[in-house]
């Protein structure tokens, strides 16, 4: 590197820079280096519909930041927009994740910060590190206490491969955009926002939060994920429907996040390939300066003003690759983790039915034995089948409470799905957009420096398309 150019250094040092924003995902800058003619300042009005307006936004907790390239809202604001998110008792961040620790023992702790407006709460703002199995154990309290409310599964603790490293800085930010989403579920639901279990979590010990040895979740592989099927013979047609309905909508999102994720890994990869061709390029036009020939300060401007042209539209692709990963394919993983959760409580809702089902057929065993005078040599008596109809009218009551809370926790996943998978449509779209403007303007920039002073007669096509640049 000693031997490079002031120009070829800049160069190298840009390349590097586009690499550090995958290496270090949690930096809040993106690159130090001026953006001339950047679009972050432009807007664009994309109308979505009538039919969205009122809805909340994604995700109220994690605003954009105050120069980031936003959609000018139309009169009646689309979906995602601040005028139309409600107010909210809480406002949660996961942030700064921490190793601490060495070896096995090694973990990662985030800051959750809080501010809430719930009376019950000690203070209005809370700050404090968790670590995942705290997380894991809210998940649990919440599961066994409001059974058939739609909570989304956890991350995985980490990689199927046995050989994945856990402390690895993507992964992390993965994690930690995950746990925020959960938490954002949590105190977005009217009911479980006054849980017990979530104030404990924000205030309470860590020794209030131990798990027992069954409910830890083990290194590797998926976290309560269950592939039991709901027993068919008990099942009502209504939520056998429901039961197809997410089946189909899961695969169809599978679908999409895996060709969503496909298209970010092959973008980072081609703005790897840009940056290493902008090296290349002002490194030649290194070479053709030094040969002293009559046209080589022209044309060593040329390589040199195309080569950070690429290093630039570098740069740029990496930053378009960290936006898409957290406004496409990390909602749409988060999805994902949801349509578990209502998979879940589909079991669970077919569970009690079942039990509702197992008792009366003990009922009605039990009063035909009555009749006979005996069953299996031991007579039954009043009480046995007063202690029978209490039991199938108890399952009787749950299953249809829990059947109820599946309708009402159906109706407000379909509205949030209409409502954030189209933001997140949006939001791809506005991402496109604003690249293309990089895009254009960084090759006509490009172009301008390298027909410059050419006889437009012998470029291709005679120099059509280079109008103003030769």
Known sequence: QSRLSGCERECVRGHRGATSLLLAPFSQSTSSRPREGRMGDAYVTLPLGEDSVGYPEHSPSA?????????????????????????????????????????????????????????????????????????????????????????????????????????????????????????????????????????????????????????????????????????????????????????????????????????????????SSLGELGLTLITMGTHEEKTGEPEAATSSKSFHDLGSCCDHLAISLQEQVKDEMQKSVFVLEEWLRMVEGVKESLRTQAGSAGMYFAFLTDLDKKERAMQKGQQGGKPITEADISEAQRRVEEARQRAEMLGQRLRDEMTRFKKAKAVELRTMLFRFVEIQIKSGFVVTESWQRALSSVVKGIDPAILPNGGLGTEGYV
Not at 63 to 76: K, S, V
Not at 85 to 94: A, G, Y
Not at 147 to 176: H, M, Q, T, W
Request: proline fraction near 9%.
């Open 63 to 271: 605003p954009e930041q105050p120069h980031a390239f936003l959609p000018r809202p139309p009169a009646t604001a689309p979906i995602g927009m601040a005028e139309a998110q409600p107010l909210s008792k809480f406002d949660v961040h996961v942030v700064e994740p921490t190793k601490s620790g060495n070896g096995y023992n090694a973990f990662v702790a985030y800051k959750v910060v809080c501010r809430t407006s719930m009376e019950n709460y000690m203070s209005n703002d809370i700050s404090m590190m968790r670590r995942f199995n705290h997380f894991v154990w809210l998940h649990v309290q919440l599961s066994e206490q409001y059974p058939c409310y739609f909570i989304p599964v956890l991350p995985d603790k980490s990689g199927i491969d046995p050989y994945f490293n856990r402390f690895d800085a993507e992964f992390i930010e993965r994690r930690r955009w995950a746990l925020q989403q959960f938490l954002f579920r949590i105190v977005q639901h009217p009911v479980l926002m006054a849980s017990k279990a979530l104030q404990v979590f924000l205030e309470g010990d860590e020794n209030q939060m131990r798990l027992p040895e069954d409910k830890k979740p083990s290194l590797f592989g998926g976290l309560f994920k269950s592939n039991s099927q709901p027993p068919k013979a008990v099942q009502d047609p209504e939520f056998v429907a429901m039961g197809q309905y997410i089946k189909e909508f899961e695969a169809q999102l599978f679908e999409v996040h895996k060709f969503m994720e496909r298209l970010v890994i092959r973008r980072k990869e081609l703005g």
